[in-house]
Antibody, heavy 125, light 113 residues
């Protein structure tokens, strides 16, 4: 069965950096686009970034563009989110999510059929 | 950006009764080349990640009970739970995946009356 396991969350000061990881199993990782979605405490869902199945295309929400970088490593079936210049408003649970169908992400999009349990990022001094 | 607006924000329905949640997009999410609406519905129970219920506006995800159904096209969509069960208490979100930024509605909290 599909499993997505996030890690790397924690408490960081404003202006700091953090790298989140999402280890995928149970499916052919390099066939599927992958996303990061976040949820601030008590709030709704906010899409953060997508990377295409082959890593060639990436898109970001305006709120994180220039500060966050999405990447993937097919040798370890791992999705990453490098977060720099963190702000208080980045405080959230960060989920990784998998495209329902293969061969997209970046210029075509599918619904998200599997989500990880999330990792909490708290930006606070 | 496509803005997704759900109504109502919260809803209380008796067990066994019908629940209806609406979602409106600020522009059409109908892809004219394949005639599919790039609209999905998710269920999020307390302390859990979201779960995909419906995509293409009306296609039920595998394993989702048939009391859940989706309808609509273009800019106006509806999620219907035909006979509410206790386990359906959750927050429901619509999502457009027509283009980026991918956007979600603000959520509708469903409770038992």
């Amino acid at each position: 069965q599909v499993q997505l396991v996030e890690s790397g969350g924690g408490v960081v000061q404003p202006g700091g950096s953090l790298r989140l990881s999402c280890v995928a199993s149970g499916f052919t990782f390099n066939y599927y686009g992958m996303h990061w979605v976040r949820q601030a405490p008590g709030k709704g869902l906010e899409w953060v970034a997508v990377i295409s199945f082959d890593g060639s295309k990436k898109n970001y929400a305006d709120s994180v563009k220039g500060r966050f970088t999405i990447s993937r490593d097919k040798s370890s079936n791992t999705l990453y989110l490098q977060m720099n210049s963190l702000r208080g408003e980045d405080t959230a649970v960060y989920y990784c999510a998998k495209d329902e169908f293969p061969n997209c992400g970046g210029d075509c999009y599918w619904p998200f059929d599997n989500w990880g349990q999330g990792t909490l990022v708290t930006v606070s001094s | 950006d496509i803005v997704m607006t759900q109504s109502p924000d919260s809803l209380a329905v008796s067990l066994g009764e019908r629940a209806t949640i609406n979602c409106k997009s600020s522009q059409s999410v109908l892809n004219g080349s394949n005639n599919k609406n790039y609209l999905a519905w998710y269920q999020q129970k307390s302390g859990q990640p979201p779960k995909l219920l419906i995509y293409w506006a009306s296609t039920r995800e595998s394993g989702v009970p048939d009391r859940f159904s989706g309808s609509g096209s273009g800019t106006d969509f509806t999620l219907t739970i035909s006979s509410l069960q206790a386990e359906d208490v959750a927050i429901y979100y619509c999502q457009q995946f027509y283009n980026t930024p991918i956007t979600f509605g603000q959520g509708t909290r469903l409770e038992i009356k």
